[in-house]
């Protein structure tokens, strides 16, 4: 054995891990390595601020602040780190602080936390710990930078870094700008004016003014204090076993070297080198090590080095470091080509993953996924691009090879190791004093469905080339160049080596490119089986074209001014040359949410009622000690529960099996349908149930079938991944689409109470029309909830065959009733808790009860408490998500617009259970009635397939409706060649043709505020200007177009009845319940605001003081029955009337005694009265059953929404402008949430619109299995400008306090989006016809597929648009002399 100081890791040094968290230390001696520090700060300590939202790096939720101390510096590292990829042991040393140890409500919040509140920035609250630290991680560490001390109450932070600080992070409820507005508070750059809506200041109030009211900010106190006895703790690598696992971390290559001999001799055991271990959040491997071996202390692959020959960066260095170092100016003999090369590859680094990859993810790593498993990297791709040189080392053989030569080698051995890459130093070659100017130039590119990252490329690319221009002609000689293409579907980044030698020393000119071109689209092609082929082909077409074009033809001049100073500062502003500049520099630098207006009429009438009041609980679900499901601490012998779900659509299932590697790893127990003690059910509603797991027949991908319960979350999770299914599918037929269900009249019944009536006589109308567009079809695909917080419950068996149940849900009742129902128990022997639900959007209505149902059936037979918090991809799996359809449609009109029939033929897949599907019908033809279409006529047919049955999402029916109506305005405006905006105007309900489609619920002439909205809209978004000035920027760009479009809604809505009970306790405080759930929809609030309002008629004290006197304590099932389901956007007005009946009931309780004892002192305090009530026995608990009447119970919704989208006809990427939005609240019960419900709402639109592909494979099985695949709007997708203004339309007699609802009915409002999107497609449409090739005529009637992603709009573009121009430009005299082709 070795002597001191050469310790090998085999020698079995007992070493203790040893670290901090929010300050507290650690001290642990046995780990099992491949503990996450997630998984060890939600099971081993009280820090629950830490969310599991995706376990693969992709969504923010469990950012913690990751601080390493440098003893040679004596200075603090901070950064954020996802700590659910990050590996427990190798935070040796570190202190970690979570949301708790930025502010707490024991030791004081930090102004994050108080003005994210403030700003009205958490709904749900499950994303905003993690927001918290990213925001937290940012300020300190721009406060430590030498920048200038900002003004008073600010952070060195600019506005640019405190947008991107939350950028990985994903809010599925926000919407984001209030986040961002809270972000950009800190900013030392920040005008006042340009925060939004928030509760610290009101309106018109100066800046002084605004600055003292924010929790104010002391940028001084940014260097947080590093526990000092980590300070002192050793500084090297921890080598620790644990379980016959073990952890190494050698400190030199020798230690290393020895270790991978040990392990290469010792066959057998299994071993995986790590650094980051940030590649699990794409691989997930399910295989357990028995060696990891952390090369993070191996000072060789931690060097960073620049010279004049260039930057050596070793494999260990994490991608954050290498930006810093790549963007390092003051570095001596590097030359300013290469400078500019070095940058531009930072740039291009600063869109992989997110910041809190970014921040442990090394160069290495990545290197080797992409060797290995062909990971679709961009560091390949842009490294290719500029020959960078690889280190490799195995055994004791050095390699320094090309990374081109690295990437065709066969994957490299287990016990190679990569040490790390040079990067040279680029400098153009020709002599400048000859007769040439010469330049180098470099671009990357990347075309992502999110622009600034978190999102993989359909495509990669980046050139480099060396151009000459002859001083005496005007045109542009290409030396060489370097073309590097990756991610698009292919083994690894490859060089266009033919396309790069046919460009060599070739004057650049429109043929040229054009070949080139011709050549690329025959390299570039993805492999079989990956999607959007043709698409990614045309993206590498783009790429180069917007990389040469711009040097064709260029005038001698305008080029020289170019070569002095590369990308456009050319002195010419109004020049062609800088315009097309122009045109692609915008598309590379995008900007975040640049402007945001929050216009709200304040209703003071009913006080606290109207007033914009903080969210209940937005404070500690800032600081997450908010406490959900999961959260609440594991009762004794707690066991955890994971779903094995059936893979084939309809079989037999003849057993099932777990892998013996699987059952010993902790498993108690199967549980199938076998165990089941009462009924078969797993969720049921009105129209039918759902078992629990499927018996002996499966009947869809998906569909439960057992429950393996085990130990822990991830051995349970992990046995049921790895259990095989034994399916007999022997004459099983599954129904794998509607028009098969059509066929074989595979249908759920619809009542007929629920099934619209038609409007008019269809016959008549279509013989009254001048046109007939008949049988046009329209097909729309499901989404996903993408909630943050997973379905989760945790069952706790009681005495006497009790069992108590803490659940996510949004329907306790109906929970309640399943489970005693599937247990074979009385309903008192079930009690359901559900305090709040970190997002539903309706996901956590009938799909919650299952996941609960499952944990007491588990818990009931193992007598033991069960939890369970299913993993994002079996949620995604599970879920069924919203429903997809085709509509079949015949229209007739007049040739002005106005439309005077309408038949629409709908198959509604509703999935292998009724769920609520068959409310479909009427939901759907509720909003569909927008329009005036003269007569309406319709057959929906709810047809059951063998795909998971779909739920209610967020206007459930109501957004596709909406969809189908604005498609059809299209057809009709298309078909006419009329402007599609007064097409829409022409055919908007005037109020005799509105209560002639809507009845009863059309209310009063005066409540119809729509046509004014309309009108109001046009206005205040400036619409009819904006379409003339696009109409202009369309005619002189060719390749960016824009489009505008302006939508209305109308959304009915009903109240169900929904119980209340207000007790007020001996101290005057005041507990209220309610059949709501609060789902971050704000209901909370305002049924406090409601219970002060009502409770102040009595009188004594103040309003604000009886708010603060409130909670709203979390739903039990049996102290209040009849709760219902929280959903349909009407359970907060509902709740909050509920609550004011009671209210008003203890008023009147009160009020003899309250007028004796005011007769008898003059004035009382609250405090007293109640006092006085306890003496006196008055009866201080009171509960109610409000039961909307009839004319109450049904009304509409009014809004309308314009947006303005440009379209990248090179990528097909769309980039929201502007979206104004007016959205008619009544009078708002809270604007401030309502704001946030409108925002979020519309985002999420957005969402479904143009980002969320849920798809499935030949089976329905979903493969869409997390935020790899499934991508929600993140900060950088939202509208650029977002206007919103809530209509305060006073008085309206039938409403709760006058209020209307807000939680659905503007998420359909981002149809407008779509539409716009299509507007842009049309002008490229026409302008691709005009350089012929095409048909004779443009098809401007196309359909617009949702959503419309990257791929689909650019295909509706054209996938060869730029050959086709090429192709024109070179066939007309015109385009010859034209110069330049962009
Ligand atoms: C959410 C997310 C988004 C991402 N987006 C992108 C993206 O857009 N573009 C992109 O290019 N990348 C992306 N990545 C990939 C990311 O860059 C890599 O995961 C990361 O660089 C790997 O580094 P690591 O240190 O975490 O490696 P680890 O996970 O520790 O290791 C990865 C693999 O490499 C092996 N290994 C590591 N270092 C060495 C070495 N020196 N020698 C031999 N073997 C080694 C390990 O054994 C393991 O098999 C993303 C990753 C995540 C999690
Ligand atoms: S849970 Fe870690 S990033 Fe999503
Ligand atoms: S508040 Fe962000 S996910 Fe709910």
Not at 425 to 431: E, L, P, R, V, Y
Not at 817 to 834: E, M, Q, S, Y
Not at 857 to 875: G, I, Q
Not at 1047 to 1073: C, F, N, Q, W, Y
Request: charged share 20%; glycine share 8%.
């Amino acid at each position: 054995m070795g002597h001191q100081g050469q310790n090998t890791n085999s020698e079995k040094t007992k070493q203790t891990l040893v670290f901090a968290v929010n300050g507290q230390r650690f001290e642990l001696s046995e780990v099992n390595p491949s503990t996450t520090l997630l998984e060890f700060l939600r099971s081993q300590t009280s820090f629950k601020s830490v969310k599991l939202g995706c376990g693969e790096g992709g969504c923010g939720a469990c950012v913690v602040l990751l601080s390493k101390y440098d003893p040679v510096h004596d200075k603090v590292d901070d950064c954020t780190v996802s700590s659910c990829l990050t590996l427990l042991c190798s935070v040796n040393g570190c202190s970690i602080t979570t949301a708790e140890g930025v502010g707490n409500s024991k030791d004081g919040f930090h102004p994050i936390q108080e003005r994210f509140s403030g700003f009205h920035a958490s709904q749900c609250g499950y994303c905003t710990p993690g927001m918290c630290v990213s925001l937290y991680s940012a300020l300190l560490n721009a406060d430590k930078t030498s920048r200038p001390e900002p003004r008073p109450g600010f952070s060195k932070l600019t506005l640019s870094e405190a947008e991107k600080s939350i950028a990985g992070n994903l809010c599925r409820c926000t919407g984001y700008r209030p986040l961002v507005d809270a972000c950009k508070s800190f900013a030392v750059d920040v005008d006042m004016e340009d925060l939004g809506f928030n509760s610290f200041w009101r309106k018109g109030e100066s800046d002084e003014v605004k600055l003292s009211r924010l929790p104010p900010h002391n940028c001084n106190k940014a260097t947080r204090g590093f526990p000092e006895f980590l300070k002192m703790a050793t500084k090297s690598g921890l080598n620790m076993e644990s379980e016959g696992c073990h952890w190494y971390s050698p400190c030199s290559l020798e230690q290393l070297q020895r270790l991978l001999h040990m392990v290469e001799v010792n066959d057998g055991t299994s071993m995986k080198i790590v650094i980051g271990n940030t590649g699990m959040g794409y691989y997930k491997e399910l295989d357990l090590h028995n060696k990891y071996i952390d090369l993070s202390y191996i000072p060789e692959l931690a060097i960073i080095s620049k010279d004049q020959t260039g930057i050596k960066i070793g494999a260990s260095v994490t991608i954050s470091k290498a930006i810093e170092t790549l963007r390092e100016e003051n570095v001596d003999g590097i030359n300013q080509e290469a400078k500019l090369v070095f940058k531009k590859l930072a740039n291009h680094m600063e869109k992989i993953a997110t910041g809190f990859v970014r921040n442990s993810a090394s160069i290495g790593g990545n290197l080797i996924m992409a060797q290995r498993k062909h990971f679709p990297s961009d560091i390949t791709t842009i490294l290719l691009s500029v020959d960078a040189m690889v280190d490799i080392l195995t055994g004791d053989r050095h390699e320094n090879i090309t990374l081109e030569e690295f990437l065709e080698r066969p994957p490299l051995v287990s016990n190679s190791v990569l040490l790390g890459i040079k990067i040279p130093c680029w400098k153009s070659s020709t002599d400048v004093s000859s007769k040439t100017y010469t330049k180098l130039l470099y671009e990357t590119y990347r075309a992502a469905p999110r622009p600034i990252g978190n999102a993989l490329p359909y495509l990669n690319a980046a050139f480099l080339a060396e151009v000459s221009l002859c001083k005496n002609s005007a045109g542009i000689v290409l030396n060489n160049c370097r073309l590097a293409f990756g991610a698009y579907g292919t083994k690894h980044s490859i060089r266009a080596r033919n396309v790069e030698e046919f460009l060599s020393a070739k004057f650049l000119d429109v043929g040229v490119l054009y070949e080139a071109i011709e050549l690329l689209e025959s390299t570039v092609i993805p492999e079989e089986g990956v999607a959007s082929p043709a698409y990614r082909t045309s993206l590498a077409i783009g790429f180069l074209f917007e990389f040469l074009s711009p040097l064709i033809n260029i005038h001698s001049e305008i080029s020289r001014f170019w070569f002095d100073g590369y990308n456009g500062n050319f002195p010419f502003n109004d020049s062609k040359v800088k315009q097309n500049f122009d045109q692609f520099n915008q598309i590379k630098s995008p900007t975040l949410l640049s402007s945001a207006k929050q216009v709200i009429q304040l209703n003071e009438d009913y006080r606290p009622v109207g007033e914009p009041t903080i969210k209940s609980g937005a404070t500690i679900q800032s600081s997450g000690e908010a406490v959900y499901v999961d959260d609440i601490p594991s009762p004794k012998d707690c066991l955890h529960g994971a779903f094995i779900y059936s893979t084939e659509p309809l079989a037999w299932v003849k057993g099932i099996k777990l892998k013996p590697e699987a059952s010993v790893d902790g498993v108690s127990a199967l549980i199938s349908f076998k165990d089941i003690p009462g009924e078969n059910v797993g969720a049921q509603t009105i129209f039918g149930g759902e078992p629990l797991y499927a018996d002996e027949l499966t009947q869809c991908a998906g569909q439960r079938i057992a429950l393996v319960v085990a130990d822990t979350q991830k051995n349970a999770d992990i046995a049921a991944e790895l259990a095989v299914i034994d399916y007999d599918k022997k004459n099983l037929e599954p129904i794998l689409s509607v028009e098969e269900a059509f066929e074989r009249c595979s249908f759920f019944e619809v009542p007929p109470f629920l099934y619209p009536e038609p409007v008019g006589d269809f016959s008549k109308g279509m013989a009254e029309a001048d046109h007939q567009i008949e049988s046009a079809v329209l097909k729309l695909g499901s989404q996903y909830y993408f909630y943050m917080e997973t379905q989760t419950a945790l069952a706790v068996p009681d005495e006497d065959n009790c069992i108590v149940v803490y659940s996510s849900n949004q329907c306790p009742e109906f929970v309640h009733d399943t489970i005693a129902k599937c247990l074979g128990v009385p309903g008192h022997n079930v009690r359901v808790i559900t305090r709040r639900v970190g997002g539903g959007f309706g996901g956590k209505a009938i799909k919650a009860i299952p996941v609960a149902t499952a944990c007491a059936l588990a818990a009931y037979k193992l007598h033991r408490p069960v939890r369970m918090y299913v993993n994002r991809k079996t949620d995604m799996i599970m879920a069924g998500g919203r429903h997809p359809m085709k509509i079949t449609y015949s229209v007739g009109f007049k040739g002005s617009g106005k439309i005077t029939a309408l038949k629409l033929d709908i198959l509604v897949d509703a999935g292998m259970s009724a769920d609520i599907s068959p409310i479909m019908p009427h939901n759907m033809i509720g909003p569909l009635k927008k329009y005036d279409w003269g007569a309406l006529a319709f057959d929906i047919k709810v047809c059951k397939t063998n795909l998971p049955s779909r739920s209610a999402m967020r206007a459930p029916g109501e957004v596709q409706a909406s969809f189908i109506a604005e498609a059809i305005m299209e057809h009709v405006a298309s078909a006419l060649a009329l402007e599609v905006d007064s097409v829409r105007s022409i055919n908007l309900h005037t109020y005799e043709s509105l209560e002639l489609f809507y009845k009863t619920s059309a209310g009063e002439p005066s409540e119809y505020t729509l046509p004014s909205i309309w009108n109001k809209l046009a206005m205040s978004s400036n619409f009819y200007r904006r379409t003339e000035l696009l109409k202009e920027f369309n005619r002189s760009n060719k390749w960016r177009k824009r489009g505008i479009s302006r939508v209305p809604i109308v959304h009915p809505v009903m109240l169900r009845a929904t119980p209340g009970k207000v007790s007020i306790l001996r101290d005057g405080s005041i507990v209220v319940e309610v059949g709501g759930i609060e789902l971050g929809q704000g209901l909370w609030t305002k049924v406090k605001q409601m219970t002060a309002y009502a409770l102040s008629l009595i009188q004594c004290g103040g309003t604000e003081e009886l708010l603060e006197k409130v909670r709203v304590i979390q739903a039990d099932s049996l102290s209040l029955i009849q709760g219902g389901f929280t959903s349909g956007s009407t359970t907060s007005e509902s709740s909050c009337e509920a609550v004011r009946l009671c209210c008003n009931i203890l008023v009147e309780r009160l009020t003899a005694l309250k007028e004796r004892l005011v007769e008898q002192m003059g004035s009382i305090k609250w405090e007293t009265l109640i006092l006085q009530a306890y003496m006196t026995s008055v009866n201080l608990s009171a509960s109610t059953l409000y039961i909307p009447d009839f004319s109450s119970m049904q009304y509409l919704n009014y809004g309308a929404a314009v947006s303005e989208v440009e379209v990248n006809l090179l990528t097909g990427q769309t980039t929201i402008l502007q979206t104004d939005i007016i959205y008619d609240c009544g009078k708002s019960l809270n604007p401030a949430v309502d704001l946030g419900q409108i925002e979020g709402a519309f985002v999420q639109g957005i969402g479904f619109f143009m980002l969320e592909e849920y798809p499935t494979n030949s089976k329905g099985l979903v493969v869409a299995e997390g935020t790899w695949s499934y991508k929600i709007p993140t900060v950088d997708t939202i509208p650029k400008r977002f206007n919103v203004e809530i209509l305060n339309s006073g008085h309206h007699k039938n409403r709760v306090l006058s209020s209307k609802a807000s939680g659905e009915p503007p998420l359909v409002l981002a149809v407008s989006v779509h539409c716009a999107i299509r507007a842009a497609i049309k002008e490229a449409r026409l302008q691709l016809h005009s350089w012929g090739g095409g048909v004779d005529e443009p098809d401007l009637t196309f359909q617009l597929q949702v959503p419309a992603t990257m791929p689909v709009v650019k295909e509706l573009c054209g996938l060869d648009n730029i050959q086709r121009f090429l192709q024109w430009t070179l066939g007309s005299k015109q385009g010859e002399s034209a110069g330049c082709p962009v």
